[in-house]
């Protein structure tokens, strides 16, 4: 399943990131890489921004770079 599809308040474990080198690049330096747990704080209306906690990082990632992270899970 994709981040993107994650629900406000769920939480996931990262399995791949794919995508541009820069993106991937820019992903890993805020702590997601496979293995992590996500936990989505937020979600903005009408398919806008999530606001995403890793470990004590907290950053907004736009829908579309969300959907190039994979994750396993997804409940509370």
Known sequence: ???S??????SASV???EGDACLVRR??????????AVNVVRRAAFNGPLH???GSTEF?????EAD????????A
């Open 1 to 3: 399943m994709k981040l």
């Open 5 to 10: 599809c994650l629900r406000c308040g769920e």
């Open 15 to 17: 399995t791949c990131v």
């Open 27 to 36: 992903l890993h330096a805020l702590g997601v890489h496979p293995g992590r």
């Open 52 to 54: 995403l906690r890793v």
């Open 60 to 64: 907004f990632l736009r829908s579309r």
């Open 68 to 75: 190039a992270i994979s994750v396993q899970g997804g409940a």
